[in-house]
């Protein structure tokens, strides 16, 4: 019989959380100072636009290789790798602005090779979990690591916000630096002690990536759950994070308004990330379509409002609502995913959630660009993100009717 114990004694599952905090804070920290720095400094939505496509679009390109090699190698040797170059990536464009050089061309082509580098470091730290902790605290685990990383981006906004507000974006990019490092320390293979490589099966590269897509194929639930969170990350949260520094400009708001709302929206998903992590839930499709559904309602009445307090208001229930999307799907494709597959299967749920925000960013600043008003655009990917997520509700039966066992 399996020896069930605390996840709070479990050290490579602490070390595993509080690197991935740090990295976290890190991370919304670099991301909050380049959309000021782009806003403020370059002056222009489209430029932001093509930044930001420029972090996120390696991730479309790269996540599947990503999940190839988190099956081949130790994912804690991919994370403690990529953390630590990303952390000297930080270091280089603290030292450009630091000597007034850090143009438009230098901060695409390094936050290119930052998306590039998460590619890789994402499917390897979410098919790690199932590693170091039992099969029944897997949603617990998620639950730790996701609301730990809500903190974080609470945490980073605050820090960034009030750097940027007193000692200015130099000093942002030099904390998010040396943030970004430490958490590559507590990301040291050693501390994690993570087992013997599944995937144990000798073929090319290729063949183990048709074999991770047809896995998924196969699986109803999977296809269904990897549609909802295209729908979630591409009418809703792509679009609204880049709406924010926008209208916060727009609005005549500062670094601490922009905070604000970055902030709004972290508490909202820490809060529901607690719930979660308390509750059992046992028909987890049924809840994350329930969850689509109201965070595109509170979206559309986000594109309603012309005031930044209120916008910081409903920024809340868009985190809270979110969440209840992500964490039930993700927590059941780890539970029944075979662990020597895990890492390609992950890649591609770490694409639906990440790698769709690039196309996003694309249709928003274009449409803005042309002149039409933000909140027209962001209105109308929610309705249509809502239609979409009915017809899930409608014809999803298999993903709807699923229920955990655990």
């Excluded at 981006?153 to 630096?177: D, N, R």
């Excluded at 109308?380 to 709807?400: D, E, M, N, Q």
């Amino acid at each position: 019989m399996e020896q069930r114990y605390s996840l709070m004694r479990n050290t490579p599952f602490i070390f595993l959380f509080i690197g991935s905090f740090l990295a976290i804070i890190g991370f919304s920290m670099f991301f909050m100072t380049t959309t000021w720095f782009v806003i403020s400094d370059l002056g222009s939505a489209s430029s932001l636009g093509m930044i930001l496509i420029a972090i996120t679009v390696p991730r479309v390109v790269m996540m599947a290789f990503g999940g190839v090699l988190a099956d081949k190698y130790k994912k804690t040797t991919i994370m403690f790798t990529t953390s630590t170059i990303q952390g000297v990536l930080l270091v280089l464009i603290f030292l450009l602005n630091n000597a007034g050089q850090l143009t438009f061309v230098y901060l695409l082509i390094l936050g290119f090779f930052f998306g590039t580098l998460d590619a890789f470091s994402g499917p390897a730290g979410t098919s790690l979990i199932p590693k170091l902790v039992q099969v029944h605290q897997i949603k617990q685990a998620n639950a730790i690591i996701q609301g730990l990383g809500q903190i974080g981006f609470i945490v980073g906004p605050i820090i960034s916000g009030s750097i940027m507000e007193f000692a200015g974006v130099t000093t942002g990019y030099l904390v998010s630096a040396i943030i970004v490092l430490l958490s590559a320390f507590f990301m040291f293979p050693p501390f994690l002690k993570e087992g013997p490589v599944d995937n144990t099966v000798k073929q090319t590269p290729l063949k183990d990536l048709i074999e991770g897509f047809s896995y998924v194929k196969a699986s109803k639930f999977l296809i269904t759950g990897i549609l909802i969170l295209i729908t979630l990350n591409f009418f809703a949260f792509g679009a609204i994070s880049i709406a924010i520094p926008i209208l916060v400009e727009t609005y005549g708001g500062s670094p601490i308004n922009l905070s604000y709302i970055e902030s709004a929206l972290g508490v909202g998903m820490l809060v529901s990330t607690a719930i979660i992590g308390m509750v059992k839930i046992r028909r987890r499709g049924f809840t994350s379509i329930i969850g689509l559904i109201a965070t595109l309602m509170v979206a559309i009445a986000f594109s309603q409002i012309p005031n930044l307090y209120i916008l910081t208001a409903l920024a809340f229930f868009i985190g809270f609502t979110m969440t209840f999307v992500s964490i039930p799907f993700f927590t059941s494709a780890q539970e029944d995913t075979d662990p020597r597959i895990m890492g390609r299967v992950m890649s591609i749920v770490f694409l639906a959630m990440n790698g769709f925000d690039p196309l996003a960013y694309a249709t928003v600043t274009l449409l803005v660009s042309k002149g039409i008003d933000i909140q027209l655009v962001i209105l109308s990917f929610s309705v249509i993100g809502l239609i979409i997520a009915l017809v899930t509700l409608w014809k999803g039966k298999t993903y709807r009717n699923y229920e955990s066992t655990y």
